[in-house]
């Protein structure tokens, strides 16, 4: 009788064992999503030039190994010249100073549902009368899992 309950238990184990098998841990997505501003019509680049009083289009290219979730861009100056960057070179800074009427954008850029590789393009428009200067244009783009990937550029605005 107990090797009759041995053998159950252990076949019990065997089964639950089987079910927490490897195939399981393969479906569950540990991957960064990515941002490419490499691309040719990449926009902004590290160090690009954006005018007062002028719009631009943000043309960013993110891509996921399962699903994309969401893009969102941040703007705000750098006057203070702090560091958000996540490229290599760095850009001609102006000197320190205080801001008065600075640029601030926060902005989510929608992405359809089930993508896996998505261009995000957005107007943005410069109002004429901000501080022109050094700026941080931040991109943050995260996966239907949560995992996110942030990329810090720096920009001027003229």
Known sequence: MKQKQLFTSLLSFLILLSACSKKDQDSID???????VLT?????????????????????HVSDNKELGSVSIDIHHNF????????V?????????TPVKPMVLIQTIPVPAG??????EQTINIPADVDPG?????????????????????????
């Open 115 to 120: 993508q896996t590789s998505y261009t995000a």
């Open 80 to 87: 203070d010249h702090h560091s958000h960057s996540t490229e």
């Open 30 to 36: 540990t991957t960064y999503p990515e941002i490419d």
């Open 89 to 97: 070179t760095g850009c001609d800074m102006e000197a320190i100073k």
């Open 40 to 60: 040719a019509n990449a926009f902004p680049k590290q160090c690009s030039e954006v005018q007062r009083g002028q719009s631009f289009t943000a043309k960013i």
């Open 134 to 158: 050094d700026y941080h244009f931040l991109i943050r783009v995260t996966d239907k899992e949560g995992w996110q990937t942030i990329k810090g550029l720096s920009i001027k605005i003229k």
